[in-house]
Antibody, heavy 121, light 105 residues
Framework: QITLKESGPTLVKPTQTLTLTCTFS??????????VGWIRQPPGKALEWLSL???????RYSPSLRSRLTITKGTSENQVVFSMTNVDPVDTATYYC?????????????WGQGTLVTVSS | EIVLTQSPGTLSLSPGERATLSCRAS???????LAWYQQKPGQAPRLLIY???SRATGIPDRFIGSGSGTDFTLTISRLEPEDFAVYYC??????FGQGTKVEIK
């Protein structure tokens, strides 16, 4: 059974760096065709894709946010770390990590519960 | 960068009615990499359709995905009370559409 859970600060000050960790179980990020993605959702708004890391350590970022984002595999084999620099109140959102299937089709089939991050001084 | 535009923004229907949701891409998208998700308030999104037309595990057959190229459709043949939610399309595990809310009329 695949599960994912996001962790990190709930409150971040403007201009600081937000760092979130996705801890997962039930799959290996070393398996071909697997990835982990980050998606966010401001309160009352739509989903916004942020970043992906694939089993082979290839990485993709949202073009509009690329300069501020970093995604890496964690020091533990079952973790992915996501960071966003220079946060602003508009970055207030629920941040989700999700398990990606990549191959003949591409989709997120399992999602974490999400973590609400508020950016405020 | 491919942009997905969903229409309508809101669909007001009654239980038992048919819902037709549209997802249009700014350039051609491989249907193999087009997915649909359902999201209810306070919940994470749930995968409904992948590969434009394949239902995910446990998804009822009233959810039907179709389309190719730049035009994709999610049809809910007969709305059940639990189907009132927001629906998103996504391409290649990346950009999402802005969502269509299906609300009770």
């Amino acid at each position: 059974q695949i599960t994912l859970k996001e962790s990190g600060p709930t409150l971040v000050k403007p201009t600081q760096t937000l760092t979130l960790t996705c801890t997962f179980s039930g799959f290996s990020l070393s398996t071909s065709g697997v990835g982990v993605g980050w998606i966010r959702q401001p309160p009352g708004k739509a989903l916004e894709w942020l970043s992906l890391i694939y089993w082979d350590d290839d990485k993709r970022y949202s073009p509009s946010l690329r300069s501020r984002l970093t995604i890496t595999k964690g020091t533990s084999e079952n973790q992915v770390v996501f960071s966003m620099t220079n946060v602003d109140p508009v970055d207030t959102a629920t941040y989700y990590c999700a398990h990606l299937v990549y191959g003949d089709s591409t989709y997120f089939d399992y999602w974490g519960q999400g973590t609400l991050v508020t950016v405020s001084s | 960068e491919i942009v997905l535009t969903q229409s309508p923004g809101t669909l007001s229907l009654s239980p038992g009615e048919r819902a037709t949701l549209s997802c249009r891409a700014s350039q051609s998208v491989s249907s193999s990499h087009l997915a649909w998700y359902q999201q209810k308030p306070g919940q994470a999104p749930r995968l409904l359709i992948y590969g434009a037309s394949s239902r995910a595990t446990g998804i009822p057959d009233r959810f039907i995905g179709s389309g190719s190229g730049t035009d994709f459709t999610l049809t809910i043949s007969r709305l059940e009370p639990e189907d009132f939610a927001v629906y998103y399309c996504q391409q290649y595990g990346r950009a999402f559409g802005q969502g269509t809310k299906v609300e009770i009329k």
